[in-house]
């Protein structure tokens, strides 16, 4: 069973710029999460989708931050415009169901703000 | 206000010996408790969970302890090997896991050979 795919796994840009990252979950999962995490620290909830529909976006910064996932697949996380403060590993992670499923990562996409 | 707390940033243990993990929170309405282990350049990766209706979980040679009165939870790991050097977050969600993981900050076990 392949894992969850996440790109690009690196991106450098500079402040005020956007960046926007990708996520492919694992096949017939139906939560979908992407997490922060920022160096030293756990990772931090974002939102969470059950199939297209958000489920949680509390800590999401919708000023900047913007996430969906069309046709209850694949999603992307966009930031616009990037601060120095938003360098961290952006994790996706799926669960077949949400409540206590098991949540599996993807390997994280690290993004530098210069 | 940090819910879940690994107050040891770091632990290294020999080999077959037991590596001894500890996690405190402070939310009394978590009721569901994980761990996760994390090798660089990888996500997390789902070790072992433990609901608050038991004290105990032990799959292989992970064992979780938790013990709610102090509200602490431990892993214990026996016998440690090379392979387990890695990041273990604890993490811990309310109502039976219905609502979103809280991590700790991790700690980075490294076993010597």
């Known amino acids: 069973e392949a894992g969850v795919a996440q790109s690009p796994r690196y991106k450098i840009i500079e402040k005020r710029q956007s960046v926007a990252f990708w996520c492919n979950p694992i096949?017939?999962?139906?939560?979908l999460y992407w997490y922060q995490q920022i160096l030293g620290q756990g990772p931090k909830l974002l939102i969470q989708?059950?199939?297209?529909?958000?489920?949680?976006d509390s800590q999401l910064p919708k000023d900047r931050f913007s996430a969906e996932r069309l046709k209850g697949v694949d999603s992307t996380l966009k930031i616009q415009p990037a601060k120095l403060e938003d360098s961290a590993v952006y994790l996706c992670?799926?669960?077949?169901?949400?409540?206590?499923?098991?949540?599996?990562f993807g390997p994280g996409t690290r993004l530098t703000v210069l | 206000d940090q819910q879940v707390k690994q107050n040891s940033p770091s632990l290294s243990v020999q080999e077959g010996r037991i590596s001894i993990l500890n996690c405190d929170y402070t939310?009394?309405?978590?009721?569901?408790f994980l761990w996760y282990k994390k090798y660089p350049a990888e996500g997390p990766t789902f070790l072992i969970s433990?609901?608050?209706?038991?004290d105990k979980n032990e799959d292989g040679r992970f064992t979780v302890f938790l013990n709610k009165s102090a509200k602490h939870l431990s892993l214990h790991i026996v016998p440690s090997q090379p392979g387990d050097s890695a990041v273990y977050f604890c993490?811990?969600?309310?109502?039976?896991?219905?609502?979103?993981?809280?991590f700790g900050k991790g700690t980075r076990l490294s076993v010597i050979a």
């Open positions: 992670a799926s669960s077949r169901g949400g409540g206590g499923d098991t949540q599996y």
């Open positions: 096949s017939g999962h139906a939560t």
């Open positions: 989708f059950q199939n297209n529909g958000v489920v949680d």
């Open positions: 939310n009394s309405m978590f009721d569901y």
């Open positions: 433990i609901s608050s209706i038991k």
């Open positions: 993490a811990a969600s309310r109502n039976s896991g219905n609502t979103p993981l809280v």
